[in-house]
């Protein structure tokens, strides 16, 4: 009897700690889609309450060339916004589905980060984006996809920098990858959180960070996008301070 109740005992403890885990892991993924969905109402309404004030603004009101041509950028600024949002919300949902569809080709590294860069550059005109890309880096890839990643780091690298400090943009290679490297010199991120920042929904849990507009998709989906053209993406320490976000691919076959 003594047997038999200490193997049922036993069998009790193991089922108890087994619904314990599944009931956290429940709740933990119902707070964080609560939290998401929270994070993308604020991410959709912000962009179309901007851009309806702006043309608003300027059906109303006479002004001059300068102010209209203000209000203009800032609302293509905020239509970029908008249209980065729904392209990682679509890209998310067909992963999930297992539908993602990519196109792959050789591609001119150099040239597809130099155009991310230009794009950001009218974007952000205030900010400051270097850029030191190698030549003849090419990649077999999907170009629609992998500058998703890249711009996906770059709006990260932004939005966590302070206004005046650069964010760095590098592309090199080695015997058989090319590496892209995205430096920021924001508040960093602490060694704990490394690995979580690339879980979906996954928001940094600092002060200095939650202020900032996000929806915990971006590092999610760069990971994703990575691992689907068989490379790895690293993130570790600036030596400045900030993060280094280090992404690897193998060289197209020249």
């Given at each position: ?58 059906q109303k009101h006479k002004l001059d060339e300068t102010r209209q041509q203000r209000l203009i950028q ?181």
């Amino acid at each position: 009897y003594v047997g038999e109740g200490s193997i049922f005992f036993l069998l009790i403890i193991a089922g108890a700690v087994f619904v314990f885990r599944a009931v956290r892991r429940q709740f933990k993924q119902s707070q964080d889609q609560q939290h998401f969905m929270m994070a993308i109402t604020h991410e959709l309404k912000t962009p179309i309450a901007v851009s309806k004030l702006n043309l608003e603004t300027m059906q109303k009101h006479k002004l001059d060339e300068t102010r209209q041509q203000r209000l203009i950028q800032n609302t293509l600024q905020e239509a970029n916004r908008l249209n980065d949002l729904c392209n990682n919300l679509l890209l998310s949902s067909q992963i999930e589905a297992g539908g993602t569809v990519s196109t792959p080709e050789e591609i001119d590294m150099a040239s597809l980060l130099q155009k991310t860069v230009q794009d950001y550059m009218v974007r952000y005109p205030e900010r400051i984006i270097e850029s030191r890309l190698e030549d003849n880096v090419p990649v077999n890839g999907d170009p629609v996809l992998l500058q998703m990643a890249v711009s996906n780091l770059i709006e990260n690298a932004l939005k966590y920098s302070p206004k005046e400090k650069p964010v760095r943009l590098l592309l090199g290679k080695t015997e058989k990858n090319a590496v892209v490297q995205v430096i920021d010199e924001g508040p960093g991120i602490a060694e704990a959180e490394k690995k979580k920042v690339f879980d979906k929904f996954y928001r940094l849990g600092n002060e200095a960070t939650k202020k900032a507009k996000g929806t915990g998709l971006g590092l999610y989906l760069v990971k994703k996008i990575i691992f689907t053209h068989k490379g790895q993406i690293n993130l570790a320490d600036n030596p400045s301070g900030g993060s280094i976000f280090a992404l690897s691919l193998p060289l197209s076959e020249i």
